[in-house]
């Protein structure tokens, strides 16, 4: 449904109400809207994040990368 700015404000309530049961609810500013959808919607919509633990997880193999120090000395700067 499409509300104008002013009634979504006079009927914050109901136009909550509405995302939630009957899905995402337009409001209209001039040539400017925006969508408010149900967090459950949202969700669906951008996929639930992972925790950073999965993530590291899930992330490429590092099994075959050299993580050994340099202990060379650093070049040698004239004070």
Not at 14 to 21: G, I, K, M, R, Y
Not at 27 to 33: L, M, S, T
Not at 34 to 56: C, H, I, M, N
């Amino acid at each position: 449904m499409e509300w104008k700015l002013a009634d979504a404000k006079n009927k914050l309530s109901e136009v909550f109400n509405l995302a939630q049961t009957k899905g995402p609810q337009r409001i209209v500013r001039g040539n400017d809207a925006v969508v408010l959808v149900s967090e459950r919607d949202y969700e669906a919509l951008t996929g639930k994040p992972a925790d950073f633990k999965q993530f590291l997880l899930d992330g490429p193999d590092l099994c075959g990368l050299d993580f050994s120090r340099d202990c060379s000395p650093g070049r040698t700067v004239k004070l």
